[in-house]
């Protein structure tokens, strides 16, 4: 319910930033304010929240999350809008608000995160497949029983 809750969360301050970008100081269609949303929303998800923040922590998140949304603004917005000038400010503009709003998003997780610690059912930020453990011993004289 929690996934569901926080991506809730995230479309909804999607879809008004790009609302406020886009459609309030330029003219974009509505489909496109949903599809921005909608990827900016699973990326900003998949990489942000799920990946980068429980490594790095809240302030390194958001700063990812900023240029993560402000790259994929720039880059889809020369595809789909003929504006330089509402991709350039429209990029800036949402990055901006969707990072403001990730802060209340990060604060939850790691609210979450930490009381799945404290009661002993979290899981470690390495993954496991990729930790490697590490033997130590002394070498041993060979014996010189085949002379």
Do not use: C
């Not at 949303?37 to 998800?45: G, K, N, P």
């Amino acid at each position: 319910m929690n996934n569901t809750l926080i991506l809730i969360l995230k479309l909804a301050s999607a879809l008004i930033a790009f609302a406020i970008a886009l459609d309030l100081f330029f003219d974009a269609t509505f489909a496109e304010i949903l599809s921005f949303s909608i990827l900016v929303t699973a990326m900003s998800y998949l990489l942000g929240d799920r990946i980068i923040l429980p490594r790095v922590g809240n302030r390194n998140a958001l700063i990812a999350d900023f240029f993560l949304v402000y790259a994929s603004v720039w880059v889809f917005g020369s595809v789909l809008l003929n504006n330089y000038l509402q991709i350039a400010w429209g990029s800036i503009i949402s990055a901006g608000i969707i990072t403001l709003s990730e802060v209340f998003v990060h604060r939850f997780l790691v609210n979450k995160m930490e009381i799945r610690e404290e009661q002993g059912g979290g899981q470690s930020a390495l993954n496991s497949r990729l930790a490697y453990g590490m033997e130590m011993a002394e070498e041993r004289e060979p014996t010189k029983d085949w002379e």
